[in-house]
């Protein structure tokens, strides 16, 4: 546990105690999501928490606020610590605490977020990274700090400082989709939409200015961006015009509605009779999307009433957590000889006669290399730099909440 | 590790740091820096390493810039503890105030101001004055928080030395940003809290809103950090704009942060938005549809706990305009991932967006959450249904959703169905056969909720004539009388076999007697009571008995809402806040008062320190106006669960629930002593052109206290009428020329309101609810015919005619009603306009 108080008023230690048994009531899973919404009130403080990688953040409050400022900053907290850490979990930060502290105090100050931009952040304080680390080994202490105050803190571009030097000028683009899609128990499919986003990863010296085209901007339907990106350009010409940050960051996300089909079909069959209930799960392509659909996973959450099952697949692996009661069918890669086909029984408790509660199944998969919205990037233009720049783009969809109701 | 021997190793450092102390050995400050961690990650961990307070101090002569920052972290955290100690440290942090680093200046200062020790305020001043002079914006911004700082720590230092003068100066003219949001952020917070004890303080805070001010706040707007920008638009949402072609200029500087990766300045902006056009009917309501995409994507693409608060916001504004956002039905579809929280608010989004065109869908949707594994949200989820149910007209499809349920065979769907069924005959008396057929399958053991027995038993009374068992099942019911548990059932059974009794007496009066014995043995009074009062009036004749526990109902039109309209309007005026999450106004819960007591870890600041916490709303010049707040709510409260844990502890409430009663039985009509306090307050409320006066108010007054029989000759206060009246066009037409005007209304729509007034659909829809029928209606100007008919008059006489024309830009409703008998006009004029105020808040 690790704190930061910025008011005068200490905050006891005891509300993370509070909150523990709130979020995770005593006979639940301990490591499971907590069981209470990211805003509550305790009889003493207002908490705003999340949960990042097994790692809690938790924001407390007596006066009324902005909860999404809260909650931002706190996700902001878990990215930059992440950044910083290259990962994060409990040996990380128990091993920077000082670090940690540091970025604290540069974040916010009297309860007011101040800088969270990484690249800031960095200028202020060095990440621990090896070569900082080598390099105080052999000169024998010098400070890992950098004493100068940021230049960007105050520029222009808040964003990006000034005079970033790479040898190799090189950009990349992620295009990563997520499929949301329901499908409903008379096999229709009642939503689907994608949720992309503009990943980049920029290695560029100076001040570059960036137009990034896509071929067909049209299908978005809403989009959010970086600050760096210039609305009324997008506005105007549907293109994104910005100065990138240095290193990772997100440059857009964006919302395409009304997909008319998802690539797989999954077609589960269940009947009932005198405690059993027979199983039939086929998975198929529906539609190719021109790449191989990897990782297919099927997830089948048996109600509790359920208490053994015998299920066998024509191709993949099955497994069936008696605990959880989550039967899990690692599919893989459709093979192309033949369509996989999950069969078998589950049996239910003593006196059932047959399913009362039906499980929603949830598909998951990958596919590299296509957005499945079909958004394409058209090309990177750049502006107001002498040098040569590697461009690389990149696309991968995947679908992690793709529900089939039965 | 153990006590002793974490002792040992506190011994240990404490002599490794005092041979640092004065050492100038090469690499010595790699040591220390191995210590000072040491230290660092005890003080995380929770061991009191307040023991080497000195050494540390003694080793902070450094120029280490991360020793530096941990000896003031560590000096940070135990100063308070140790004012004695702490004063060692003002020397060397004074000294790095004047450092030739800007960064070592800022950090000195931050920790400086950080240490909050009362009697080292006067060390502060000088430094925090020549940090706020500082030529670098970095210690200047760290200066400006450091005045807020300060002024918690010692107020009067604070304002003595003209502090919030120099920061409004660097507010308005400072080159750094960062520094002109830090200013504006120590601005607020002290002048919000000076402004309890000193009026000229008020008027700066007031001052801060100032045209001059904003302006200059928004032309820069884009060279704020983001979390500045948050700031700065709470700041302009409370600004009103001069005119509006300035409105639209600031909604058009800050147009593109809807765009915003941050989802904080995307709410803080739409709050910015709806502010500004709340007195715009026409632009309020493009201004949904501006805002609509951006929380959509925001509410699934974000992470899960942005995603909660972006749907707590949704679903306030979705509650309001719910026709705005029919459209998007499908985003409020649950996933089968979302936790139940979160997909209650779906449901109930789902539930208020309903209309003709998606009802299908949705009702489908929910259906399937019906077989959902978590109990509370499939029970939600037909609850859902009912309430969609009694929104709408398509009773074919809700009833097989019925039927699809009871097929289910599980007991809480069974339970919440029958509920659901007894709601929509008490509205819908006309699809008492379809409903029925469908109840009649039922077998009256699978039943085992107190809430849905009752409703089975109420309807086996009032539709003992349709099924045709009734009288068996109730003597079913009757029999097993003593193993009954619940009051609710046994008083439900006792009313319903009397009606049964008056529709079926030979098989049924049996049954009568016995229930009659088993209620008159029973040890709830209320039982006792009624089936006492049930013997007497069927001794004295069963035609009055009839007349009075079976009198012909009127359907009922409208259920109690579960929180009043005024709560919710002061719940959006602090829209993106914890108040919308809470679903609370933050009054409720921002009170200390109301709070059970708690223990604050809190030793010597808080007596100084007290005012800071409550929020900005907290002027004293509020705390009235919110304590009629709350009485006002107080009584609406009782019959709301939903809101009632915010009420206890107003001792005062039970008075005003008086005061309103004798406020509704003497006055019914003309304006009551409450509506100047409702006028009063910060919501917008419909300035009211009441315009009729009560017919007799004792009359009313006996209508309250039940002296009045139910069949009374007089007409009700609220004018009952016709739920289905029938006037055919050529009628309307003739008596329109006949009549003359009787009176005229004037009703100004609110905002809100006109935000779903987007044809004349809407409002026909919300009048039929109100037994007012639409004759005709045009979409530009919005016109409308309606008409009413008294609900006992003859056939073509008793009708009330109404021509309505609204002007979509103010929202002004203009009304000319005529009627057959025009001494009736001003009691149906005020229902007209109850019901039109009511459109629009359901």
Known sequence: MLEKQWMGQQVDRSICTWFWTQAHPPGHDEFGPPRVPAVIASPTYYLISIVREGVTFLACTLSEMQPLLGIEFLCRVADVLAEYFGGLNEDLIKDNYVLVYQLLDEMMDSGFPLTTEPSILKEMIAPPNFVSRVLSVVTGGSSSMSSTLPTAASSNVPWRALGIKHTNNEIYFDLVEEVDAIVNKDGFLVKCQVYGEVQGNSRLSGMPDLTLNFTNPSIISDVRFHPCVRYQDWEARQHLKFIPPDGQFKLMSYRVKGLENTPLYVKPQLSCSEGVVRVNILVGIRIDPGRTIENIVVDVPWPPTVTTAELTANHGTVLFNSSTKVCTWTIGRIPKDKSPCLTGSVNLEAGLDRLHEFPTILVGFKIMGVALSGLKVDKLEYDNIAYRVYKGFRAVTKATCYEIRT | MNADNRKGELAELKGQLRQLAGSRAPGVEDLKRELYKKVISYLTVGIDVSSLFSEMVMCSATSDLVLKKMCYLYVGNYARGYPELALLTINFLQKDCQDDDPMIRGLALRSLCSLRVKNLVEYLVGPLQRGLKDSNGYVRSVAAIGVLKLYHIAPSSCTDNDFPVTLKALLLHDSDPQVVAN???????????????????????????????????????????????????????????????????????????????????????????????????????????????????????????????????????????????????????????????????????????????????????????????????????????????????????????????????????????????????????????????????????????????????????????????????????????????????????????????????????????????????????????????????????????????????????????????????????????????????????????????????????????????????????????????????????????????????????????????????????????????????????????????????????????????????????????????????????????????????????????????????????????????CMASGNAPLKFFFFAQLADAPANTGFFLVELVVTTSSGLASAKIKADDSSLAPAFADSLQSALSKFGSL
């Open chain 2, 183 to 773: 200013c504006l952020c120590s601005l607020l917070e002290i002048l919000s809290i000076e402004g309890n004890v000193s009026e000229a303080a008020l008027r700066e805070k007031e001052s801060l809103l100032h045209r001059n001010v904003i302006l200059s706040l928004l032309n820069r707007f884009k060279e704020f950090s983001e979390w500045a920008q948050c700031l700065v638009l709470e700041v302009v949402s409370k600004y009103v704009p001069e005119d509006a072609q300035e409105t639209h200029d600031m909604m058009d500087v800050l147009d593109d942060r809807l765009q915003h990766a941050n989802s904080a300045v995307v709410l803080a902006t739409i709050k910015v938005f709806l502010h500004l056009t709340m007195s715009m009917a026409d632009v309020h309501q493009k201004v949904y549809e501006r805002i609509k995409a951006p929380l959509l994507t925001l509410v699934s693409s974000g992470s899960a706990e942005q995603s909660y608060a972006v749907l707590s916001h949704l679903h306030l504004l979705v509650m309001r305009a719910p026709m705005l956002f029919a459209s998007d039905y499908k985003h409020f579809y649950c996933r089968y991932s979302d936790p139940s929280y979160v997909k209650k608010l779906k449901l109930e989004m789902l539930t208020a967006v309903a209309n003709e065109s998606n009802t299908y869908e949705i009702v489908t949707e929910l259906s399937e959450y019906a077989a959902n594994v978590d109990v509370a949200i499939a029970r939600e989820s037909i609850r859902a249904v009912g309430k969609i149910a009694l929104q709408q007209y398509d009773v074919n499809a809700i009833v097989d959703r019925l039927l699809q349920f009871l097929e289910m065979e599980k007991d809480y769907v069974t339970a919440e169905t029958l509920v659901l069924v007894k709601d929509l005959l008490r509205k819908y008396p006309q699809w008492s056969h379809d409903c029925i057929a469908v109840v009649g399958n039922v077998s009256s053991k699978s039943v085992t909720e107190p809430k849905a027995k009752a409703a089975l038993v109420w309807m086996l009374g009032e539709y003992a004539y349709d099924m045709s068992d009734a009288p068996y099942v109730l003597e079913g019911f009757v029999q097993s009388w003593a193993e009954e548990d619940f009051a609710e059932v046994r008083l439900e059974l006792l009313t319903a076999v009397a009606k049964c009794f008056f529709k079926r007496p030979p098989e049924t009066v049996q049954i009568l007697g016995a229930a009659l014995s088993f209620g008159f043995a029973d040890a709830n009074q209320d039982v006792h009571d009624r089936a006492l009062l049930y013997y007497r009036l069927l001794q004295h004749s069963v035609e009055v008995a009839e007349r009075v526990i079976n009198p012909p109902k009127q359907a009922v039109s409208v259920f109690a809402g579960d929180q009043s309209s005024e709560i919710k309007d002061r719940i959006f005026d602090e829209f993106n806040s914890l108040a919308v999450v809470y679903r609370q106004p933050s009054y409720m819960f921002l009170d200390k008062d109301q709070r059970s007591p708690f223990a604050f870890s809190e030793d010597t600041g808080s007596s100084i320190i007290g005012p800071q916490s409550p929020g900005r709303e907290d002027l004293p010049s509020d705390i009235d106006a919110r304590d009629n707040d709350l009485l006002l709510s107080a009584h609406e409260k009782e019959d709301s669960r939903a809101v009632s844990n915010g009420s206890h502890g107003y001792s005062s409430s039970k008075f005003h629930t008086l005061q309103e009663f004798t406020d509704s039985a003497f006055a019914p009509r003309s304006p009551s002593p409450t509506q100047p306090i409702r006028n009063a307050r910060a919501t917008p409320l419909p300035p009211a052109a009441v315009s009729s006066t009560a017919a007799s108010p004792l009359l009313a007054v006996d209508d309250l206290l039940g002296l009045g029989p139910s069949a009374s000759a007089e007409p009700f206060p609220p004018l009952k009428l016709n739920p289905k009246p029938v006037l055919d066009p050529a009628s309307f037409k003739r008596k329109w020329g006949q009549l003359t005007v009787a009176l005229t209304l004037e009703y100004t729509f609110p905002a809100q309101a006109m935000v779903g007034l987007t044809g004349p659909q809407p409002l026909v829809r919300h009048m039929q609810t109100n037994s007012v029928q």
